[in-house]
């Protein structure tokens, strides 16, 4: 049997990075938490790395609220990039996942693979662009962009499912646009493909999300269709609408070549619902 590898895992706090630690099997993780250590102390982190010597970084933190970016982004540079690069730079000799997102995208096109060429539209989605090219000068190294992940979070607040039930809770009525589309994912799904990547040492750039194209306002429905008793309120909205930092109209992520490689597959919302009716969304 293979000894198992010692991974750090960042953003172990978050949406994503806690699936993947709950999800580990075969490697002994070493969760590194916003509450241990801030990733934006280059000298602490670097003192870190040569304590626990991980032959693997799944690298998830990162200030991902497009509105915080585009307040702050010399915070957001920070956190994203520069943090990435030195991490980066500590794993030059092991393998390192970066996650990115759907957002580097214009929405222009929509069913974008890995060869389209970035047109970034944020503060959020620039600095994601700029964290890739740091990471794809190593042929180790993998870049991971993921779309709109749902499912059950640490804290029950950070996927689109729960802020919808939350919103409705409330009593709120949710604006949802009816032109703006992703291609969603469970987040299980997501930490089983990354630790797929791990296993088999694949590298490059990859697409990782559902196979179907939804809308927000097609989303909020179905998450309604589960939950009648909270009353769920949705007033259907166009994203010529929205004031907020600039969003791709259509981000939806073409992963056929991610699929080729696992082996399971990237189920789309529709399937997963089917396949988990009792499941909470």
């Known amino acids: 049997m293979a000894t198992p590898i010692s991974v750090w895992v960042t ?6 990075g806690n699936a993947i630690v709950r999800s580990a099997r075969d490697s002994n993780v070493i969760s590194l938490t916003r509450r241990e250590i801030d990733l934006t102390d280059f000298h602490a982190v670097s003192a870190r790395f040569r304590q626990d010597k991980p032959d693997f970084i799944i690298h998830t933190a990162a200030m991902a609220r497009s509105p915080d970016c585009q307040a702050n982004p010399t ?14 730079g500590l794993a030059q000799n092991i393998g390192f996942i970066f996650f990115s997102t759907d957002l580097v995208f214009d929405g222009k096109k929509g069913n974008y693979v890995e060869t389209d060429e970035p047109n970034p539209l944020s503060v959020y989605a620039e600095t994601k662009v700029a964290a890739e090219q ?6 180790q190294h993998t870049v991971v962009r993921c779309s709109l992940v749902f499912g059950a979070s640490p804290k029950g607040n950070h996927s689109f499912n729960e802020d919808l039930r939350a919103a409705w809770n409330a009593g709120k009525t949710t604006k949802l646009f009816h032109d703006e589309y992703r291609t969603p994912i469970h987040v299980d799904l997501v930490a ?3 630790w797929e990547i791990v296993a088999q040492k694949h590298s490059g750039l990859f697409h ?3 196979a179907e194209k939804f ?3 097609q989303l909020g429905e179905l998450v309604a269709a589960r939950y009648p008793e909270l009353t769920p309120r949705i007033e259907s909205c166009s994203l010529r609408e929205y004031q907020g930092p600039p969003r ?3 981000a939806s992520l073409n992963c056929a070549k991610l699929q080729s490689l696992v082996s399971f597959k990237l189920a789309g919302l529709n399937e997963w619902l089917e396949q988990h009716p009792d499941a909470g969304f």
Do not use: W
Not at 11 to 16: I, K, N, R
Not at 75 to 88: F, Q
């Open 248 to 250: 791709p109209r259509d």
């Open 75 to 88: 915070l957001s540079r920070k956190i994203n990039v520069a943090a990435t690069a030195h991490l980066a």
């Open 11 to 16: 953003g172990e706090g978050g949406f994503v």
């Open 208 to 210: 990782l999300a559902g």
């Open 134 to 139: 740091i990471i794809l000068r190593n042929p």
């Open 192 to 194: 089983r493909a990354i």
């Open 215 to 217: 809308s927000r306002l």
